[in-house]
């Protein structure tokens, strides 16, 4: 059965460091895997994804997900982070046209 | 843009009420999903559908049932609400061509049952 795990239920980065939001998936065949951001009250936005190649995979709002096949994991990052990306961060795994979400990471970006 | 809207954002029904969630698509989208969203759970599928009139059961359907008479319309239904379906409920669409496909999620409509 496919899943995905969020280790960390919030991180906590100052304004201008980078940041980092993990992600752990466990699938049988090839990873189809999502990043997606929610601000408070808003719906779900699309960030990136992966699909097969280049393990480094760019996305919105200055965002990029890097695609470790041997530690199974794809970690969300940012080289400086903003106030404004203080939200919450989901992580997507896709098979049979189904999606299967981690539990969340809070993000609390602090001035 | 692809554009998800729900009928409302926030609604507050009672105990054994009937429950209708609407949820509109303007991109010609087949695949239509509807999730509930619970602190600590993340996001949990309930019912989707990948053409008109057919759908599937998610990994939580009991106490719910869907509808879709047309392809840009999703319509979720509560037959008899209950306080634990309090909930935050969003909907979601992608054009069905296999499992790299970007779902696209509508606001939200955030629903309390007392």
């Known amino acids: 059965a496919q899943s995905v795990a969020q280790p960390e239920d919030q991180v906590n980065v100052a304004e201008g460091n980078p940041l980092t939001v993990k992600c752990t998936y466990s699938?049988?065949?090839?990873?189809?895997l999502f990043w997606y951001v929610q601000y408070p009250n808003r719906g779900l936005q699309f960030l990136l994804k992966?699909?097969?190649?280049?393990?480094l995979v760019k996305g919105s709002y200055g965002f990029e997900a890097e695609f470790n096949k041997s530690q199974t994991s794809f970690h969300l990052k940012k080289p400086s982070a903003l106030v404004s990306d203080s939200a919450l961060y989901f992580c997507?795994?896709?098979?049979?046209?189904?999606?299967?979400f981690g539990t969340g990471t809070r993000l609390k970006v602090l001035a | 843009d692809v554009k998800v809207t729900q009928s409302s954002r926030y609604l507050v029904k009672r105990t054994g009420e009937k429950v209708f969630l609407e949820c509109v698509q303007d991109?010609?989208?087949?695949?239509m999903f509807w999730y509930r969203q619970d602190p600590g759970l993340g996001l949990r599928l309930i019912y989707f559908?990948?053409?008109?009139?057919?759908?599937e059961k998610g990994d939580i359907p009991e106490g719910y049932s869907v509808s879709r008479e047309k392809k840009e319309r999703f319509s979720l239904i509560l037959e008899s609400a209950s306080t634990n379906q309090t909930s935050m409920y969003l909907c979601?669409?992608?054009?069905?061509?296999?499992?790299?496909?970007?779902?696209?999620f509508g606001p939200g409509t955030r629903l309390t049952v007392l």
């Open positions: 979601a669409s992608s054009y069905p061509t296999d499992d790299t496909d970007t779902q696209y």
């Open positions: 699938v049988s065949g090839n990873p189809y």
């Open positions: 992966y699909i097969t190649g280049d393990n």
């Open positions: 997507a795994v896709s098979g049979t046209y189904k999606y299967i």
């Open positions: 991109m010609d989208h087949e695949n």
């Open positions: 559908s990948y053409d008109v009139k057919m759908k």
